[in-house]
């Protein structure tokens, strides 16, 4: 009888809930700390960033909409699903970055543990973040702390799993929408991780994670006025930005119309 042949697992990109190659059907080899092949990953373009944009589009103002407690119930549900793979997300770590099985077991343990913590800020943020203000009048003003809407998210590339679980959580911890590029050295947990939020009841375009080749400023993003915020390990972006393109300059000749001067003909 002949020796069964294993399946390799095909990593593809994750969007709006579904894992769909790149549009682009480009590829590029994933390899272990020792130069080993592990697995063909799917390269994003900027094509498929946009189509993940417009699809957490889509799904920010049920996931926003909903509840604290049922956020937090939802967090804590995929650190449960994190919990039953356990196993897979240490083999992938250790095959990725070349440690050793404890020490991929502390970083999964580490990143379920992180999934708990923030279910509990859930229902808690608001109330931190948020304040009565002083006012010398009789009425009351109020701060409080609303979602950003979609966040655009650079993954830490030195890590496969706690990097990407760390800045994801925050963000959908208060009501936004995330889209992410992964470790391009370490792809495969976050493609597994997105199978998890795919399976725990996290609305499908809330949290996507597409690796590729990060950008080096917020000009590598898609040019739509839909992406909110975008921020990256290391480097501070502007709050609420929305990265469009500048305003045409008038032509040589004429000024920009204005209520005491014609526009030009």
């Known amino acids: 009888m002949s020796k069964r042949l294993s399946i390799p697992k095909t990593y593809k990109l994750a969007i709006g809930g579904k894992f769909p190659r790149s549009e682009s059907g480009r590829t590029y080899e994933v390899l272990s700390a020792k130069g080993d092949f592990l697995a063909n990953a799917a390269l994003a373009s900027r ?10 589009r889509a799904a920010v103002k049920g996931w926003s909409g909903a509840t604290a407690y049922n956020r937090g119930q939802v967090l804590y549900r995929i650190a449960e699903l994190l919990e039953g793979r356990r196993a897979q997300f240490v083999d992938e770590i250790v095959a990725q970055e070349g440690v050793s099985a404890s020490a991929a077991g502390a970083q999964v343990d580490e990143a379920i543990d992180r999934w708990v913590w923030y279910a509990g800020w859930c229902d808690k943020y608001a109330q931190v973040a948020g304040n ?21 998210i650079v993954a830490p590339q030195d890590t496969a799993l706690l990097g990407l679980v760390s800045v994801i959580a925050p963000a959908l911890v208060t ?30 375009a809330s949290s996507m ?14 040019r739509t006025p839909m992406s909110t915020r975008s921020t990256s390990p290391g480097r501070r972006r502007p709050t609420g930005s929305t990265f469009r393109s500048p305003p045409p300059t008038p032509s040589s000749g004429c000024s920009r119309p204005s209520p005491t001067r014609p526009r030009c003909r």
């Open 47 to 56: 094509k498929d960033a946009r189509d993940a944009v417009v699809a957490a």
């Open 132 to 152: 009565a203000n002083p006012v010398a009048g009789p009425y009351f003003n109020i701060s409080v702390p609303e979602p950003t809407g979609i966040v655009a």
């Open 209 to 222: 994670c597409s690796p590729a080749r990060p950008p080096r400023s917020p000009r590598g993003w898609p």
């Open 175 to 204: 009501g936004n929408a995330v889209v992410v590029i992964a470790s391009e050295r370490h792809p495969l947990s976050a493609i597994s991780l997105a199978e998890v939020l795919a399976t725990s009841d996290v609305p499908g």
